[in-house]
């Protein structure tokens, strides 16, 4: 039983995959894409998307972070991730599934999936050009307008040499809207003799085990319900191991706000991302707690860190009671 971070372009960045593995359960995580077009990134680039490289591939709470590629040039794909391999990179995947309209124009992501033979051939070509100990897997959804090349693209994916899919549950078109199609996960399962990943509208240890039991599969991604529910992961793996779960009050979840603003702070303190990280993060959760709503709301207009942080040190104090 597998349970992995997903990776979520502009939500789940370094500070955040950092604070979710803290927090536990998770056994893996993949870093946002890096992006592919006809340059080959340096060092530095690498280490703004996955940090984790110069940590052995390791978060903080010492969870293995892959590195993700998204792009539809076969050839400068494998120069890139060669180049990664040789500052760290210990696992690669590959993106076939991200729905952004400005990433699909330019022909990457889900727009892919039209394709199946130049999915195979990126695959295949990245395959032969890495060497054969750093592993090579993808992520797709279940196709562009409709279903109807689901099967030809994971299989594409697994013959061209992958040794693990991913698959988010929907098309381009559903986007991000329920329901997710769990029984073309195991579609899919049945069709390829790779390991596979099932991925979509996992918000509560009951979407884990409804998942699992439609689908077949035993590993599972974790996306935006984990940013909802930052224990979610934690829940799942407590029910795994002894049938019992303890669900966080917002008492600890309020210490994990501070904390997560702590880091924010840190990797970008003269700018805007700290605030802005924790309202969209804050944002989220509010759809799952009050309190999170209410915390929003205290600092909603507010804009200087220091000011931020008052308010996140007070609110922790009232949740402790």
């Given at each position: 039983m597998q349970l992995i971070l997903a990776p979520m372009q502009g939500l789940v960045d370094d500070v955040m995959r950092d604070l979710l593995t803290r927090i536990g359960g998770f056994d893996e995580c993949v870093s946002e894409f890096v992006r592919i077009t006809h340059t080959v990134h340096s060092r530095p680039t690498w280490l703004k998307y996955a940090p984790e490289i110069a940590n052995r591939n390791l978060t903080p709470a010492g969870v293995p972070c892959t590195v993700q590629l998204l792009g539809s040039d076969a050839a400068n794909m494998a120069?890139?991730?060669?180049?990664?391999?040789?500052?760290?990179?210990?696992?690669?995947?590959?993106?076939?599934?991200?729905?952004?309209?400005?990433?699909?124009?330019?022909?990457?992501?889900?727009?892919?999936?039209?394709?199946?033979?130049?999915?195979?051939?990126?695959?295949?070509?990245?395959?032969?050009?890495?060497?054969?100990?750093?592993?090579?897997t993808a992520k797709m959804r279940l196709g562009f307008e409709d279903k109807?090349?689901?099967?030809?693209?994971?299989?594409?994916?697994?013959?061209?040499g992958a040794c693990g899919l991913t698959v988010h549950a929907r098309t381009k078109v559903e986007g991000y809207e329920p329901p997710a199609h769990w029984e073309w996960?195991?579609?899919?399962?049945?069709?390829v003799?790779?390991?596979?990943?099932?991925?979509?509208?996992?918000?509560?240890?009951?979407?884990?085990?409804?998942?699992?039991?439609?689908?077949?599969?035993?590993?599972?991604?974790?996306?935006?319900?984990?940013?909802?529910?930052?224990?979610?992961?934690?829940?799942?793996?407590?029910?795994?191991q002894s049938g019992s779960v303890r669900e966080?009050?917002?008492?600890?979840?309020?210490?994990?706000?501070?904390?997560?603003?702590?880091?924010?702070?840190?990797?970008?303190?003269?700018?805007?991302?700290?605030?802005?990280?924790?309202?969209?993060?804050?944002?989220?959760?509010?759809?799952?707690?009050?309190q999170a709503e209410d915390l929003f709301a205290r600092i909603r207009t507010l804009k200087e860190a220091a000011d931020v942080k008052q308010v996140l040190e007070a609110f922790e104090w009232e949740q402790k009671g």
């Open positions: 120069a890139n991730a060669l180049e990664a391999v040789r500052f760290g990179a210990g696992k690669i995947d590959l993106n076939f599934g991200c729905p952004a309209p400005t990433v699909n124009k330019h022909k990457g992501g889900a727009v892919l999936l039209k394709e199946p033979e130049l999915i195979h051939r990126i695959v295949r070509t990245l395959r032969g050009s890495l060497p054969a100990h750093i592993p090579l109807t090349l689901a099967l030809e693209c994971a299989t594409a994916i697994a013959e061209g996960v195991r579609k899919i399962r049945d069709a003799n790779v390991s596979v990943t099932a991925n979509g509208d996992v918000f509560t240890l009951q979407d884990y085990l409804d998942i699992k039991t439609v689908s077949g599969c035993n590993s599972v991604m974790l996306g935006r319900g984990a940013v909802m529910r930052p224990d979610l992961a934690r829940q799942i793996k407590q029910y795994e966080a009050d917002f008492a600890e979840i309020a210490g994990w706000i501070n904390l997560f603003f702590d880091l924010c702070t840190a990797k970008e303190a003269n700018n805007k991302y700290p605030a802005a990280r924790l309202k969209q993060w804050l944002g989220m959760m509010k759809r799952a707690y009050p």
